[in-house]
């Protein structure tokens, strides 16, 4: 048994069952488990004892597949290899009636009706058939499929039925007109509790799908190393559980984050950095393939004709405040200067730095640029003609990673790999006050809130801090949770959040105030991610990554009650078993070229196990 906020193990393993088990199912009040097993017993457990509450349930002669409680918790229904269902006593486990028989093969999975007066069952003999529970027969005809049915599940005002088998179906309860099909998307279903919505398990990944109209629901969630064989959603509908022959479960975020666009092509090098244009209209990113590109955020699509000119990658790159120019800086030394519009290069290079340029940004109003370099100095240039300005800034004792501007332009933070941060004064080149000294590694992202008060860094150290622009301390504790270097960081336009990139692939939002996560992680990227925006309005976020791609993600998607998530330090749960389970995945959405996008979504008290072997049967094709 686990916990569902940290993926903790609560207590000693359920020991008794002589076999695999299949099923597992917790009683409406939470109180007893059921389960099945391939020692053809159901066990009846208490929760918090874990003591066997009553004899072991007899009565199958195979594989028990499957095992399912009623909604009032009177009733236990189970699924047996022996071809019949078997309906029992909840509190004595007493056999109630004659086992229902009309199947003609395995049955892997049983379903109650809301009510608790109808039962559905799912077989190899490719028929759903649907069962009146007080008399044992069948409900009209059964519902024929062209192929093992997995998984049956009713929805939760029982007028439907969704099947798994090759597709997943739809069925009408009453008189088992098919209301929509898809094609060759079968596997494990289970209905979210408000009925808006189906998941499905298909090999590694998991996807949901509109229960009224069987459109797909987003991206597929994907982090499964091997087949899913148990999946369903937790009772607020806000999370989904999987299991997995990883040897894992796994909890992932139910709530829908809209995909934006689909992806586009674009770079052929790992995506280095992103920015949005001032109005929200535009994304430029830069490449290791050494080029430049404008982006239509709404389509995904790319605008014109990369911009060429850098001899290494491009590190770097800003718009001006009227959105007319774009700045960049590169591994080949330089700083150079675009026509948004035409792509044309705007004056000579900007010749000074003696390394690598890693970061550059315009000033507010656009007259002036600021660079920072690996040669660990800060330049000022003059952004109309290319002139350096006054003398460099100096300091650093090891590379400068990031630079930016305050709001009010009178100011400069920089971060570097001499684990500090520093402020400097625009009008005389000097330090302001002390070095910011917290982070116990190299510093690689620098940012000011837009209200100017404070700073926000993120380091090698996994860790994103805060610190008040003024003084130089930090604010409250390091925000936890990355498990590889933090490459960018973000204040979103309101200053309440901030977001960040890391080398663990995942993105981030952490309210800017207490340092907690908003939402779960963003997945998708199948590499380092690189580099994080908001777009002005605050509704969009942008990333780029080493997988080659930029993605565009729905900020708004992410503001949902938090009282529930995970702490600071915690990540997707991962929750280890020594044999196969079931398990979760996750979500988000491409700007370039990768296929990779997510959604997450969490457990439900009820967990059902089914073994490998039988699954692959199934000769299901990939998905996703």
Avoid at 524 to 547: C, K, L, N, P, Q
């Amino acid at each position: 048994m686990w916990n569902i906020n940290n993926g903790e193990q609560i207590g000693e393993p359920f020991i008794g069952h002589l076999g695999c088990i299949r099923s597992v199912s917790f009683y409406p009040d939470g109180t007893k488990i059921v389960s099945g097993s391939d020692d053809t017993t159901l066990r009846i457990w208490d929760a918090n004892t874990r003591a066997i509450a009553c004899q072991p349930l007899q009565g199958h002669t195979d594989y028990v597949m499957s095992v399912a409680i009623s909604s009032e918790g009177s009733r236990i229904a189970s699924g047996s290899k022996d071809k019949t269902v078997r309906i029992w006593d909840a509190f004595s486990g007493e056999a109630i009636g004659q086992p229902f028989e009309g199947h003609e093969d395995n049955i892997n999975s049983v379903a109650f009706s809301p009510n608790g007066t109808r039962l559905v069952s799912g077989s190899d003999d490719k028929t759903v058939r649907v069962w009146d529970i007080l008399t044992g027969d069948t409900i009209g005809k059964p519902f024929q499929l062209d192929g093992m049915v997995r998984s049956v599940s009713f929805c939760p005002d029982g007028t439907t039925v969704a099947s798994g088998a090759r597709d997943i179906t739809l069925w009408d309860a009453e008189n088992g007109t098919v209301l929509w099909q898809t094609e060759n998307e079968g596997g494990e279903v289970a209905f979210s509790t408000d009925g808006t919505r189906i998941v499905c398990a298909r090999r590694k990944t998991l996807k949901t799908w509109d229960a009224n109209s069987g459109a797909a629901v987003g991206k597929p969630y994907q982090g499964h190393e091997n087949m899913i064989h148990s999946v369903i959603f937790s009772p607020d509908g806000s999370k989904i559980i999987s299991g997995s022959n990883d040897e894992t479960v796994r909890i992932w975020d139910a709530t829908v984050h809209s995909v934006i666009h689909e992806p586009g092509k674009g770079h052929q090098g790992a995506v280095q950095c992103v920015a949005f244009s001032p109005g929200g209209g535009m994304i430029v990113s830069g490449s290791a393939d050494r080029s430049i590109r404008i982006w239509d955020p709404s389509t995904g699509n790319v605008i014109g004709q990369p911009f060429v000119g850098h001899q290494g990658y491009v590190r770097s790159v800003s718009f001006s405040s009227d959105g007319v120019k774009v700045v960049s800086g590169s591994y080949d030394r330089t700083v150079r200067i675009w026509d948004a519009s035409t792509g044309n290069a705007i004056g000579q290079p900007l010749v000074g730095h003696a390394d690598w340029v890693t970061s550059v940004a315009f000033s507010p109003e656009s007259s002036r640029i600021v660079s920072g370099s690996a040669d660990k100095i800060v330049k000022i240039w003059d952004a109309d003609t290319g002139d350096a300005i006054g003398q460099p800034l100096l300091g650093h004792e090891d590379w400068v990673t990031s630079v930016a501007y305050s709001p009010d332009g009178t100011r400069i933070v920089s971060g570097s790999c001499d684990k500090t941060v520093r402020m400097w004064d625009v009008s005389t080149g000097n330090v302001i006050g002390k070095p910011l000294l917290g982070h116990t590694d190299w510093v690689r992202s620098v940012g000011f809130s837009p209200d100017g008060t404070r700073i926000v860094s993120g380091s090698c150290d996994k860790t994103v801090r805060i610190w008040e622009a003024d003084t130089g301390n930090v604010v409250g504790q390091p925000f936890l949770g990355h498990t590889d270097w933090v490459n960018s960081v973000a204040f979103s336009p309101d200053g309440a959040w901030i977001v960040s990139g890391s080398n663990d692939s995942t993105i981030r939002i952490w309210d800017a105030n207490t340092g907690s996560p908003i939402g779960q992680p963003l997945l998708g990227h199948a590499d380092w991610v690189y580099s994080v925006a908001f777009s002005s309005d605050g509704t969009r976020i942008v990333s780029g990554s080493e997988d080659s791609t930029g993605r565009i993600s729905d900020a708004t998607a992410l503001t949902l009650d938090n009282t529930n998530q995970p702490p600071a330090n915690s990540t997707s749960a991962n929750i280890p078993h020594l044999s196969s389970v079931n398990n979760f995945k996750y979500f988000s959405y491409i700007l370039t070229e990768s296929n990779t996008d997510y959604s997450l979504q969490p457990p439900h008290g009820i967990l059902t196990v089914k073994d490998g072997s039988d699954f692959l049967e199934l000769n299901m094709g990939s998905f996703g």
